[in-house]
């Protein structure tokens, strides 16, 4: 079965400093990755995705995040993080066994930016 | 940019009543998905619409139930007799499809069922 896991329900990062949000991928398969942000009482808005090619992935609001398939990682991350970053982040993986390419979410990381 | 609409943003029932679910997908968009997340979980996947009828739906989708494609921009959810564990966000998403692609969601619509 193809599943993401995120082992921070919680992530405190300085704003200034950089952030890194974890993923971990299981996937039968290449795997296509995504990672969506929601901030409070609003939707899910796509940041960034990986299908192929670089493994550097360079997304909105200055996000990227890096593919590593020896590793089954796709983490986010921020050279330095604003105040405005703090949301809740899902990691996501496109189930390649759903015929309707539905995605699967991983629990979710609650990003706080402290001043 | 083009976006995915919901409405309403949030809606209160009563149990054991009907609610619709509504959803303007992005216009060129082929493929439709309702998901949930009950508060503290997971975003989950209920159901995919694709070519006037479900691709795909999970074991969460019951006979309560529905979707419909009534006109060439609407998406709804319907559910038919509401219970408790249905209070969630409901979130519609559309893609262009395949793989590669983006699903792009909406704000979400908050039930409560009371």
């Known amino acids: 079965a193809q599943s993401v896991a995120q082992p921070e329900d919680q992530v405190n990062v300085a704003e200034g400093n950089p952030l890194t949000v974890k993923c971990t991928y299981s996937v039968s398969g290449n795997p296509y990755l995504f990672w969506y942000v929601q901030y409070p009482n609003r939707g899910l808005q796509f940041l960034l995705k990986?299908?192929?090619?670089?493994?550097l992935v360079k997304g909105s609001y200055g996000f990227e995040a890096e593919f590593n398939k020896s590793q089954t990682s796709f983490h986010l991350k921020k050279p330095s993080a604003l105040v405005s970053d703090s949301a809740l982040y899902f990691c996501a993986v496109r189930d390649l066994y759903s015929s309707a390419s539905k995605i699967i979410f991983g629990s979710g990381t609650r990003l706080s930016i402290r001043p | 940019e083009p976006e995915v609409t919901q409405t309403p943003s949030h809606q209160v029932t009563q149990m054991g009543q009907e609610v619709i679910l509504r959803c303007v997908p992005i216009?060129?968009?082929?493929?439709f998905y309702w998901y949930r997340q009950i508060l503290g979980q997971k975003v989950e996947f209920l159901v995919s619409f694709y070519n006037n009828e479900i691709s795909e739906k999970s074991e969460i989708f019951d006979d309560q139930f529905s979707v419909e494609r009534p006109d060439g921009s609407n998406f709804t959810l319907k559910i038919r007799s509401t219970k408790l564990e249905d209070s969630a966000m409901y979130f519609c998403?559309?893609?262009?499809?395949?793989?590669?692609?983006?699903?792009?969601f909406g704000p979400g619509t908050r039930l409560t069922v009371l």
């Open positions: 990986y299908i192929t090619g670089d493994n």
């Open positions: 216009s060129n968009h082929l493929y």
């Open positions: 998403a559309s893609t262009d499809g395949g793989l590669a692609d983006t699903q792009y």
